[in-house]
């Protein structure tokens, strides 16, 4: 398997504490590295940051959404994407289409062909009509109905 390397940075504002902005972090992408600098924060880890994103995107029913904006933002392979600093406080994902006036976390992914295939798969009435793992290899599929 290729290296899958995951990145953010997030600015801290003035009236914020980092603890709460590093609780955003962790809440989605739990386990990164940081860096923390007076005014902004920096993280970064491997494909095992990824399982809790991966898992809220299901438990949330928000991956028709969320792979639209992958794929937007991807390049190659890497996909970029903003997420809400203020619902990631609260353990939820949510992309703004653009900056907040607190700050979004900045996420760069790379290193997988099919990333957006496992993060957000393709599906049929919100059901992923086929689940991959990060090498790209089938792990299930919906039956069709006949």
């Known amino acids: 398997m290729r290296t899958v390397e995951v990145s953010l940075y997030v600015s801290v504002r003035p009236t914020e504490r980092v603890e709460k ?18 005014d902004r924060i920096d993280a970064y880890d491997g ?10 995107l299901r438990k949330q029913r928000i991956l028709d959404t969320a792979r639209s904006v992958m794929l937007n933002g991807s390049i190659g392979n890497t996909v ?8 990631a406080l609260m353990g939820i ?9 607190l700050g979004s ?24 009509l ?6 790209g290899q089938e792990v299930g599929r919906i039956e069709e109905a006949f």
């Open 80 to 87: 970029q994407f903003r997420l809400s600093k203020q619902a």
């Open 130 to 135: 086929v689940e991959i793992d990060l090498e």
């Open 21 to 38: 902005v590093v609780s955003a972090i962790e809440n989605i992408f739990p386990g990164l590295i940081m860096d923390i600098r007076g």
């Open 47 to 56: 494909h095992e940051s990824l399982k809790n994103f991966h898992e809220l």
């Open 105 to 128: 976390l900045h996420v760069q992914i790379t290193g997988a062909e099919r990333l957006v295939d496992w993060l957000a798969p393709e599906t049929r009435d919100g059901v992923p």
């Open 93 to 101: 994902i949510s992309f703004p289409p653009d900056e907040e006036p």
